[in-house]
């Protein structure tokens, strides 16, 4: 019996952008593993220190890597962060940027308890495309998308244009 090959998924973007509720969602209309890497990192202790500026852990990125090395070989996983540029390139086949307006963002980092410096930072982040900007230098242009997360409705036309593009590929490459 032959295996059906699945897609690996990079959901990336500000905090705040909705990564981890459309992964989330998508994992359940699709039967793909979702990883969240700050939850698996959390489990799994994988840091290095603490950055008091941020009040926040260090991801060890090498360890990140190690841990999810041959589940990403398998296939069928999306993977959740913030990050995207230490992720191996082989790993991905389609990379979504999560993008949300700032006033959007502001208010719902503001509601995690973001303040200060932590909350310019990531709003500045999204104004200046930091992490589409990132994603673009870590990966071949045409597998990268941008996708706009304001409102329920976006989150739903997302759904769908991924749940299609996963059925395509699925269809091109088994």
Known sequence: MRIMKRPNILLTGTPGVGKTTLGKELAQRTGLTFVNVGDLAQESQLFEGFD???????LDED???DELEDKMGDGGVIIDY?????FPERWFDIV?????????LYNRLESRGYIGK???DNVQCEIFQTIYEEAMEAYKEE???QLPSN???DL???LEQIVQWIEQWTKDNN
Do not use: S
């Not at 913030?82 to 230490?86: A, I, M, P, S, T």
């Not at 979504?96 to 959007?104: A, I």
């Open 52 to 58: 008091e500026e941020y009040q926040c852990p260090i």
């Open 63 to 65: 360890r990140v890597v």
């Open 82 to 86: 913030h990050g995207c540029d230490f």
């Open 96 to 104: 979504f940027v999560l993008r949300t307006d700032n006033t959007n």
């Open 118 to 120: 932590k909350l310019q």
């Open 143 to 145: 597998v990268v998308h």
């Open 151 to 153: 409102t329920p409705e």
């Open 156 to 158: 739903e036309r997302n």
